[in-house]
């Protein structure tokens, strides 16, 4: 087999997607999660005190509402911060997103690899076939199972 830079590939080396591990084995299953009425202020101490980049955003029956990641905390900067300005309390729901992507827990790492490697996402939530949310698996996840296969 060739390459597009026609070097040979050893096919030794070639995981085959049946073979790939499950998504369950590197995703992150003891959660940090935000809800929508938490003042950013302590998800921004949290995600740095944790050294996460973001978590899922729950509603009071913990189905997933939103995310919340530095990004979205950046914008902070341009609200009461850096105009000096006293502002009531600033809630999550207020800076997180509703753009997410959902996997589910029977898919494997090389499926989990191409939804990265083909769109912007950084993490993924990872639901079980009732729809609820069991997991987390980010792009680093995907680092360490490529670690392992090698």
């Given at each position: 087999m060739k390459?597009?830079?026609?070097?040979?590939?050893?096919?030794t080396t070639i995981t085959h997607k049946k073979d790939a591990p499950?998504?369950?084995?590197?995703?992150?299953?003891d959660l940090i999660t935000f809800t929508p009425d938490m003042d950013i202020n302590v998800v921004i101490d949290s995600l740095l005190k944790h050294r996460i980049s973001g978590a899922p955003?729950?509603?009071?029956?913990g189905e997933v509402v939103g995310l919340i990641d530095d990004k979205d905390c950046l914008n902070v900067?341009?609200?009461?911060?850096?105009?000096r300005?006293?502002?009531?309390?600033?809630?999550?729901?207020?800076?997180?997103s509703?753009?997410?992507?959902?996997?589910?827990?029977?898919d494997n790492i090389m499926d989990v690899a191409y939804v990265f490697s083909s769109s912007?996402?950084?993490?993924?939530?990872?639901k079980d076939d009732q729809n609820k949310l069991v997991g987390q698996i980010s792009r680093r996840d995907i680092l360490?199972?490529?670690?392992?296969m090698m």
């Open positions: 390459n597009f830079q026609t070097k040979a590939v050893d096919s499950s998504v369950t084995k590197y995703m992150t299953k955003v729950l509603n009071d029956n900067l341009f609200g009461s911060v850096y105009n300005t006293p502002v009531g309390p600033e809630t999550v729901s207020k800076y997180m509703n753009v997410m992507k959902s996997i589910s827990i029977h912007p996402y950084k993490r993924l939530l990872v360490s199972a490529i670690k392992d």
